[in-house]
């Protein structure tokens, strides 16, 4: 049985994880963090430099996956399928969300006990309405997909240091109209 003690060191080392991820990106790729490249472009850069980061922190048994939005199921004859994920009435008149996060560490199996890390991300100058918006997703993705953390990544898109907002199911979400509360040395 997992004890609160080994939950919160996990969570230590995925977030370090990602501060590493970050960090390599941010110092091997600087063309691609500070010329305005697409949000997408520089996510699947941070997948490639968090996968072994996770690897060597929790061993093999986790996946590192960008723009994730799909699940396998089967129905009724084993075949596999494809389906899109929904936040249940989380929109914000209400109606089902439509979602794809940015980044996620998970396992693949649909375990939810195993679902470790969400990431929406942001890119040049953040709105307080697209922080409200991404952590009005992250919430989601913490409360009914049970993720153990999400992170807000925001970034100016220029080279200037990432930074990022840290929540969890048991704290309340951050102010939007605050930028992410830490920067990740470089």
Request: hydrophobic share 35%; with cysteine.
């Amino acid at each position: 049985m997992t004890t609160w003690q080994e939950f919160a060191k996990t969570d230590s080392l995925v977030r370090e994880a990602l501060r590493a991820a970050l960090r390599h990106v941010w110092l091997r790729f600087p063309e691609v963090v500070r010329e305005r490249t697409q949000e997408q472009s520089v996510m699947a850069k941070v997948e490639g430099a968090l996968q072994p980061r996770i690897d060597a922190a929790l061993g093999e048994g986790f996946r590192v996956d960008s723009e994730y939005n799909r699940w396998h199921d089967r129905d009724r004859e084993g075949l596999e399928i494809l389906r899109t994920k929904y936040l249940e009435g989380w929109g914000d008149d209400g109606q089902d969300l439509q979602v794809r996060p940015d980044l996620i560490v998970h396992d693949g199996t649909g375990d939810l006990s195993r679902n470790l890390l969400v990431v929406e991300a942001k890119q040049g100058t953040v709105r307080a309405c697209d922080r409200a918006g991404d952590y009005r997703k992250l919430d989601g993705f913490l409360t009914l997909f049970q993720y153990r953390q999400a992170a807000f990544l925001e970034f100016d898109g220029r080279g200037g240091p990432p930074r990022l907002q840290w929540l969890t199911a048991a704290a309340p979400p951050p102010d939007p109209s605050r930028q992410a509360a830490e920067t990740v040395q470089l």
